[in-house]
Structures are given as structure tokens and as C-alpha cells.
């Protein structure tokens, strides 16, 4: 069970691969045993005075039931150049001409045959379908960005004109709120907060959402709008709702009062 023993650092020497031999056999008292064997080919690089360092091994002692190092001694050479430079491996234990043998299929042998290769005339970056197939993410990015900002374009135009008709469709809605409210009271505070609120949203490009209560106020100082016209553009949506919600009052004088309201506030958001 002793793994491969690692040699020391010879940076004077060139080491081959070890060749280890197993000697596995019975015992008395039914104990097996053996001796394991590793030989090493260490060919030196120059010549002269060189040592092989000193080698170790640790193993567990039984009997002292312990931890033991045990160490070779340095082995001193003096090494003679050879009379040829190739021969002097040639006749070293461990090294001999092995047959070539194939493992597996991840490593051919070197083909020899070229009867089968062909040269391509012309390379492929050089043809007139590499370079169609190259343009044609370059030419989707294109149309993408020009689809994107034609789209843009149109939703600035719809604003622009949303903004420029919003006081004569309020002024329309208005018209039409003080019609209904001769018989249906109830119906001329939804079409008036329909007025007012339309024109807001066209006019500034808010959401509906923006067009209620606190956001509404503060939607509209941001914009730089006279704090007076805020506060009477608020208060007339306050009095629509309250209209719509909770007692609509049938008085004519009030339908008129509250109409004229939101056209002056209308003409003052238009300033």
C-alpha cells in the first residue's frame, strides 16, 4: 500500500520513470508480507563532483506505536564525460526500445498519406456569403434603432397634438356638462371634472392617476404653474367631485359659478 516515493529536487540531473517491482507473499501466522522495489534512471547533466541528495521515508511504527523518518545517505559521484554522447544511455538499466502501442482513440498516428487533402482556392472570409451573413445582425440593429425612434417620433407627435387641442375639447366636454345639467344635475359635475381633468391630463401628459388630490398639486408646481391657479384648479375638481359623490346641488347660479371656474383656471394653465 506504500505510494510512488518522490525524489528529491536534482536540478543537476535528468530523471527518468521509475520501474517497480511488487513482491507480495505469505508469512507464518497468517500474515502477509512482501517488499516493494523502485528503480530510477538518473543521467547527469555535466560533468564533474555531483551528489545525489539524500532520500526519506516516514512510516508508522507498530510496535513503538509512533511516527518514524528514516534517511539515505548522499550519494557522491564523479562523473567522466563519454567517448559518445548517445551511447552512454543506451546501456543503463530500466532503459530498453518498447514497441508503439495504440491506447484508445484520443491520439492517432501521424498520417503520411496526403491523398485524401485537398487545397481550398479561395477562403471562406473571402466569399460573398461570409460577408451577407456578417451584415445581417449588423443591418436587425439598424432597422431596430430606426423603428424605435420613428416610434418615438410618433408618440411625441401624439403628445404635441394632444396638447394643442386639449382646451378646445375641454371647452367642448364644458359646453356639453352645462346642457345636461338643466335636467340632470348629477350629470354636469362628471361632465365638467371629465372636462377639467381631460384637459389637465392632455395638457401636461399625466396619467389619470396623477390628476387626484396632493399629486395633482404638486404635479403642477413642478411645472412652474401660479400657486393661486393651482389651488383654484384643485379646488374646482374638489367641488366636481364632491358634486358627483355627495349632494349635487340643482341651483343653476352654482352650475354656472362653477363653470366659469374651470374656464378661468383653463385660460390661466393656458398662460
Known amino acids: 500500500m506504500i505510494p510512488d516515493i518522490t525524489l528529491p529536487p536534482m536540478p543537476d540531473f535528468t530523471i527518468y520513470s521509475s520501474k517497480r517491482a ?13 517488499d516493494k ?11 564533474g563532483q555531483q551528489t545525489i541528495p539524500a532520500l526519506s521515508f516516514s512510516y508508522f511504527n507498530a510496535e513503538r506505536q509512533s511516527y518514524e523518518t528514516v534517511w539515505t545517505q548522499p550519494i557522491s559521484l564523479k ?3 563519454g567517448a ?15 514497441n508503439l502501442t495504440r491506447q484508445g482513440t484520443d491520439i492517432n498516428f501521424i498520417k503520411l498519406d496526403s491523398s485524401d ?17 456578417a451584415g445581417i445582425p449588423f443591418a436587425f440593429n439598424v432597422g431596430a434603432y430606426l423603428y424605435q425612434k420613428e416610434r418615438s417620433k410618433e408618440s411625441m407627435n401624439a403628445i404635441l397634438t394632444r396638447s394643442r387641442k386639449a382646451r378646445r375639447v375641454a371647452m367642448r366636454r364644458l359646453k356639453k356638462a352645462e346642457k345636461t345639467g338643466r335636467t340632470e344635475p348629477r350629470r354636469f359635475y362628471d361632465e365638467a371634472a371629465a372636462a377639467l381633468s381631460g384637459y389637465l391630463a392632455d395638457k401636461f401628459n399625466l396619467p389619470e392617476i396623477a390628476v387626484t388630490g396632493d399629486t395633482l398639486e404638486r404635479t403642477l408646481s413642478e411645472k412652474s404653474v ?7 384648479t384643485v379646488s374646482s375638481l374638489q367641488e366636481c ?17 362653477l363653470a366659469e371656474r374651470i374656464r378661468k383656471a383653463i385660460d390661466a394653465l393656458e398662460r
Open 22 to 34: 511488487d513482491n507480495v507473499r505469505p508469512f507464518e501466522g497468517n500474515q502477509i508480507g512482501g
Open 37 to 47: 522495489t523502485w528503480e530510477y534512471v538518473i543521467v547527469p547533466k555535466a560533468p
Open 79 to 81: 562523473v567522466v564525460r
Open 84 to 98: 559518445e554522447s548517445g551511447g552512454a544511455i543506451s546501456g543503463l538499466s530500466g532503459i530498453s526500445k518498447q
Open 117 to 133: 487533402l485537398e487545397t481550398r482556392r479561395v477562403p471562406i472570409y473571402r466569399t460573398l456569403w461570409f460577408y451577407l451573413l
Open 226 to 232: 401660479a400657486e393661486d391657479t393651482v389651488r383654484e
Open 241 to 257: 367631485d364632491f358634486g358627483r359623490f355627495v349632494s349635487a346641488s340643482a341651483s343653476p347660479d352654482r352650475m354656472r359659478e
